[in-house]
């Protein structure tokens, strides 16, 4: 028990604290709005993808909770109670129904689907959604928010309480459920309004996240399941919130609120480079959604498609789509 603790603490205090190997960039977001970003600047083709959802489902047709794996989608539904299976052709798979709403989830390592709901971790087998194992929750009195599992032996959440942030850990091993006030420095605790939002993002075999008011980027990991700050952005004093964050090679991808208007932040801290853009030139939006293996994911209803292609046609159809991007890689051109 003492060991646990003791390396569950000592990841919290390597986030707090840090390490002198994360990266800095300043991002001035007037300056870069002022530069027009043509859709070719950001992805070398898109495709769309129909789903086929089962007839009696609701799905939601605003912000749609999405997760991606290798060849299978996984959509929430509207009543939080189930979470849809589709395969890359679109056909559903299968349904993953839960007993209490569904708070979030998360794959790892495109095997396994992790499941949060207020008094349980349960999770599935990636491809047919079969359960592998249950965990209940106990001893709790934070609010959870997001969740993802670290390696095979952790799984980790961040949560809110009393006006702030608490990190949580569940170890398999033992069952056992432990949280801390996650440290902002020394003499400080994130507070509360920073995790309202957020999820863990993925780049590769690594859980990233990001803090919605700072747009601050911690690194988890695997194997190891320690956090760092991988990255401390500066956008000045203009209040801004984040909404999503992905990470993809040396790029970071933030979608940001501002004065009544969403945006997208595109930056590359190895060089200092970054683009910022409400609409393209072509006068489309490019929807930040969930990146995975170098492409960008987003399910939209099909009669918004003209939103985000320029040569969609007006009349986009019914039901969903995920809208597949084929994000670029090599040098960023942007302001500085």
Known sequence: ?????????????????????????NVNVDKALKRPVKCAELYAKADVIPLRVPDGIRVGQGETR???????????????DAILVFDGTGACVTAIRSAEPVIDFSPYEDRTLTVLTAHAITEYAIGDGVVLGNYPIQDNDVD??????INDESIYMLGDKDGETY????????????????????HSVVPAQEVQGIRFFHDGDNRHLFLSRSGKIYKYD???????????PDFGKTEIRFTNVQKTGDRYYYAFERNGESGVV???PGNGKYKAFRETQEGTVFPLGVIHAGSNY???PAA?????????????????????????????????
């Open 1 to 25: 028990m003492k060991k646990i603790c003791f390396l569950l603490l000592a990841g919290l205090l390597a986030v707090s604290c840090g390490q002198d190997d994360f990266n800095r960039i």
């Open 66 to 80: 999405l997760e991606v794996a290798a060849d299978r989608f996984f959509l929430l539904n509207q009543e939080k």
């Open 144 to 149: 959870l928010r997001c969740i993802a599992r």
């Open 167 to 186: 990190s949580c850990s569940y170890l398999t091993s033992t069952q056992r459920f432990y949280s801390y006030a996650l440290p902002a420095d020394l």
């Open 222 to 232: 695997a194997p190891s399941g320690f956090g760092h700050p991988a990255l401390i």
């Open 266 to 268: 595109v930056c590359d």
């Open 298 to 300: 987003y399910c939209c």
């Open 304 to 336: 918004r498609l003209p939103e985000f292609l320029p040569d969609a046609p007006a009349d986009g159809g019914a039901g969903l789509v995920i809208i597949h991007y084929s994000l670029l890689a090599g040098d960023l051109r942007a302001a500085r």
